[in-house]
């Protein structure tokens, strides 16, 4: 069975930072390629973050480019995603996907976490 467990949201400042975790288990995280998506209110989920499951290839949404890291660890069967310099339009809640294809404009993936909610306060 497979299972994603996000932690590390929460509410923070605008201009601070935040790093959510994602374990994963039951699924052969080395071949994996991985994402992080997040539905603001009253919005569709979006892709913010990928990366492949080597970790040779990322991408980035427009809006989180240049602020938000991820990065995979093989031996933990973990994902991270380092969000800096957040700002109100970041608030959304985010979810860790894995085994992930297609184009970034149609990222599709096979499981998903439960979701972890960032608030960002002005």
């Known amino acids: 069975q497979v299972q994603l467990v996000e932690s590390g949201g929460g509410l923070v400042q605008a201009g601070g930072s935040l790093t959510l975790s994602c374990a994963a288990s039951?699924?052969?995280?080395?071949?994996?390629?991985m994402g992080w998506f997040r539905q603001a209110p009253g919005k569709e989920r979006q892709l913010a973050v990928a990366?492949?499951?080597?970790?040779?290839?990322?991408y980035y949404a427009d809006s989180v480019k240049g602020r938000f890291t991820i990065a995979r660890d093989v031996a933990k069967t973990t994902v991270y995603l380092q969000m800096n310099s957040l700002n109100t339009e970041d608030t959304a809640v985010y979810y860790c996907?894995?085994?992930?294809?297609?184009?970034?404009?149609?990222?599709?993936?096979?499981?998903w976490g439960q979701g972890t909610q960032v608030t960002v306060s002005s």
């Open positions: 990366i492949s499951w080597s970790g040779s290839t990322t």
């Open positions: 039951g699924l052969t995280f080395s071949r994996s390629a």
């Open positions: 996907a894995a085994d992930c294809r297609g184009s970034y404009m149609d990222y599709r993936c096979d499981y």
